[in-house]
């Protein structure tokens, strides 16, 4: 059985144009995020999946140096583009990460992808509800569901954003992997969206080692330098509105 996992990703961004070529740390914000996928336990294979048209080269010959698989398909049918790259890998199973995630923590993906295997699960999240650092946000199903949703999703809201239609069809069987503890997802924003979350990713990446770090490690990094969480403060709790990536 193969699984893959499939950042999408693309140049464009109104509110910080060309943010996942930006460095952070040693690296690009996406190949932090690769990097870190390639290190999720049980997958086989990471798919970058981009938009096509030339605009997107720069994002295309990012991740080919990574070593990522690049699927290209529709820009603003992304639920399209996952089954393209579903097929492009083989998958039976297909991992969902964003770019804009270059902390998404290897060990909480691989939880969830072993959860989904055990239980027999269609779709298997960490985000409904919320309790995780936002920018921990990953998501994993069937390849089996994926056409399914792809053959009956319509709206335009449910194709830009690849599984709400997963989220509610009654008949999948659906996990949520909580954090255990206190809830997170309001104050702390560990995703690249805005300038802000640029300056604050940008001084985080300064004071993390080379190596990739454990969520854990992040928070203690966090709890000994505070003023860094101010740094995009004033986006905290804002989760809604994105436009595909």
């Given at each position: 059985?193969?699984?893959?996992?499939?950042?999408?990703?693309?140049?464009?961004?109104?509110?910080?144009?060309?943010k996942i070529l930006k460095p952070l740390g040693r690296m690009s914000a996406l190949a932090q995020c690769l990097r870190r996928c390639a290190a999720i336990p049980g997958i086989d294979r990471v798919v970058c999946a981009i938009p096509e048209g030339e605009a997107e080269a720069p994002v295309v010959a990012e991740a080919e140096r990574c070593g990522a698989l690049v699927v290209r398909?529709?820009?603003?049918?992304?639920?399209?583009?996952?089954?393209?790259?579903?097929?492009?890998?083989?998958?039976?199973?297909?991992?969902?990460?964003?770019?804009?995630c270059p902390l998404?923590?290897?060990?909480?993906c691989g939880r969830m992808l072993a959860r989904l295997r055990d239980e027999g699960l269609d779709y298997c999240c960490n985000n409904m509800p919320p309790s995780w650092p936002h920018?921990?946000?990953?998501?994993?199903f069937t390849t089996k569901a994926l056409l399914e949703a792809d053959g009956a999703a319509t709206e335009s809201f449910d194709r830009e954003h690849v599984t709400p239609w997963l989220?509610?069809?009654?008949?999948?069987?659906?996990g949520n992997l909580a954090r255990d503890g206190a809830d997170l997802s309001l104050d702390c924003?560990?995703?690249?969206?805005?300038?802000?979350?640029?300056?604050?990713?940008?001084?985080?990446?300064?004071?993390?080692?080379?190596?990739?770090?454990s969520t854990d490690r992040v928070l203690a990094v966090l709890a000994a330098h505070p003023g860094l969480a101010?740094?995009?403060?004033?986006?905290?709790?804002?989760?809604?509105?994105?436009?595909p990536a």
């Open positions: 059985m193969t699984v893959a996992v499939v950042v999408q990703a693309r140049m464009g961004s109104t509110r910080l144009p060309g398909g529709p820009s603003a049918d992304v639920l399209k583009r996952y089954r393209l790259a579903a097929e492009a890998a083989g998958a039976d199973i297909v991992m969902r990460v964003t770019s804009d998404i923590d290897p060990a909480l920018g921990l946000d990953a998501e994993v989220r509610r069809a009654p008949h999948l069987r659906r924003r560990w995703t690249l969206d805005y300038p802000e979350d640029y300056a604050f990713l940008a001084a985080l990446f300064q004071n993390l080692p080379d190596e990739i770090v101010a740094l995009n403060a004033m986006h905290h709790g804002v989760r809604a509105g994105k436009k």
